[in-house]
């Protein structure tokens, strides 16, 4: 005589009335789990659970059971409109707990809040995030060690499987991608922490750029090689299609696109980029120049501002844009507010590139002798405690990420701020943006580091539009400032 069976689980009213219609039916034919397997094709286990009423069991476990018990039609009827009742509702208690995955920042805080994520999604069995997985492969055994706290997911796939198997959409993931960007590769070099042959700016650099870029130049030796972005190439099209634009009084795309000699194809992707940045409006598939354009007719710098402050707001940090003309560090613009402060400039920025992330991206896309004159009108003096005054040791910082690459001033001009720059990469220009935090706000460096790329493109096309652009501006002389935008 086999074991009795466990009572039925009454927490839901149509999953007990479900399960007890199975278990009659299998009361009735007098067969055992393991003669009902053997019958079905579907394992003892599976068809033990469909009868207990803690979860909602499969249609095709549900009428296989039925039928291998020779139940009628009206059974497996009244069945079939049990579980689809059932599975109308979540399959556990969802608590609605709030959680904000800008604030995780530990592996821990991440490890609870994928639990509290899985437990407000009503705690879906693992087989069904499976199945929900978006063609992701998500083993039940990862799943298993992501809920008990073990581990985290070991890939940003794995992350985005997961999170669709807790019913969080695409478009919802990119702040929980971002946790575990942060959580999973951390900047090992705490920006405070005793330094050492400069590791702090390097892993920070290491960090936040792609592989391809992280190799050195030796530019101690070699002019650096004057490659032009694909952004510059995309966004001199793109101020090619505004022009026309503007200078048609409405244009279809393949009108469009005839006119430019490119492709619909991506003649259509780059209308879709000018309409999010109000460049462009469509109506009716006509394209007409759009309200931000209307900038450019009161003063040429506005467009600038405008990008400026939009990527201001967006990442939370003051944003700067530079150059470098006859033998200077420039600041040209700067975008700050009460909740993003501006570095406090206690040293000119042109008497202190070696020090400042600014000066930095600007002096890593000079030649060896440039760099040279340059240190020999400013010379590299002591700032800080981090501050690499060796021109040697300064050159090999500056090559360590090409001059395509990342740079960063972790403590070096200021004990108050930390920074980050990277070029513009315009052909024949020395320029860069770059972003300050203050020191207590390090942790958001790396990862508001990595949004500046996303900025270079409106940047770039902002003052391929303005007349003048920025860098044709007049010189700022020996006793001017810059004008900043606060």
């Known amino acids: 005589m086999g074991r009795t069976e466990s009572p039925v689980d009454r927490t839901d009213p149509d999953r007990s009335a479900l399960a007890v219609l199975l278990r009659t039916a299998r009361g009735r034919a007098a067969l055992t789990y393991r003669a009902l397997a053997h019958r079905t094709g579907i394992s003892a286990a599976t068809l033990q659970r469909a009868a207990a009423g803690r979860r909602v069991p499969t249609l095709a476990t ?11 039609q009206e059974d497996v009827a009244a069945a079939t409109a049990l579980r689809r009742r059932a599975c109308e509702k979540p399959s556990g208690v969802p608590t609605h707990e709030v959680i904000e995955p800008a604030r995780l920042c530990t592996q821990r805080e991440l490890n609870s809040a994928l639990v509290s994520l899985h437990r407000n999604a009503g705690s879906p069995p693992y087989r069904q995030m ?7 492969w998500l083993a039940p055994s990862s799943i298993w060690g992501i809920l008990r706290r073990q581990k985290l997911p070991v890939s940003p796939g794995q992350m985005a499987a997961f999170l669709l198997g807790c019913d969080v959409a695409q478009v919802h993931q990119q702040p929980w991608l971002d946790a575990w960007s942060r959580v999973r590769r951390p900047c090992p070099v705490h920006p405070s922490a005793p330094y050492g042959s400069h590791a702090a700016s390097r892993t920070y650099a290491a960090a936040c750029l792609p592989r391809i870029t992280r190799r050195g130049t030796n530019m101690l030796h070699h002019r650096p090689v004057a490659a032009v972005p694909a952004s510059w190439e995309a966004v001199r099209r793109a101020g090619d299609l505004v022009a026309l634009v503007v200078g048609a009084s409405g244009i279809d795309t393949r009108s469009l696109a005839r006119r430019a000699g490119l492709p619909v194809e991506p003649t ?4 879709q980029w000018l309409r999010r940045q109000e460049l462009v409006a469509t109506r009716a598939g006509v394209h007409f120049p759009g309200p931000a354009l209307e900038l450019l007719d009161r003063s040429g710098d506005r467009l600038l501002h405008r990008a400026l402050a939009l990527f201001r707001d967006d990442v939370g940090a003051a944003v700067y844009l530079n150059d470098y003309t006859d033998g200077d560090v420039r600041v040209l613009h700067c975008a700050s507010s009460e909740s993003a402060p501006p570095a406090q400039e206690w040293v000119d920025f042109r008497d202190a590139a070696h ?5 930095k991206s600007l002096l890593a896309q000079l030649d060896n002798a440039s760099r040279m004159d340059h ?17 040697f040791a300064l050159f090999a910082d500056l090559d360590q990420g090409g001059p395509h690459g990342a740079r960063f001033s972790l403590l070096e001009y200021s004990l108050e701020v930390v920074c980050a720059a ?3 990469g315009v052909p024949g220009q020395v320029s860069s943006l770059a972003l300050s935090l203050p020191a207590r706000q390090h942790p958001r460096l790396l990862t508001a580091a990595r949004r500046l790329p996303e900025l270079v493109p409106n940047l770039l096309l902002a003052a391929l539009l303005s007349s003048p652009p920025p860098a044709a ?3 700022v002389g020996p006793g001017s400032r810059p004008a900043r935008d606060r």
Do not use: N
Not at 268 to 271: I, Q
Not at 355 to 359: M, R, T, V
């Open 375 to 391: 240190l020999a009108r400013h010379p590299a003096t002591s700032l800080t405690a981090r501050t690499i005054t060796d021109p």
């Open 355 to 359: 020090a400042s992330a600014i000066g």
């Open 422 to 424: 990277v070029p513009l």
């Open 130 to 136: 499976q199945r929900k997985s978006g063609g992701v």
């Open 473 to 475: 501006t007049s010189p």
């Open 62 to 72: 549900v009428t296989g059971f039925l039928t291998a018990c020779g139940a009628t």
């Open 268 to 271: 259509a992707r780059l209308l």
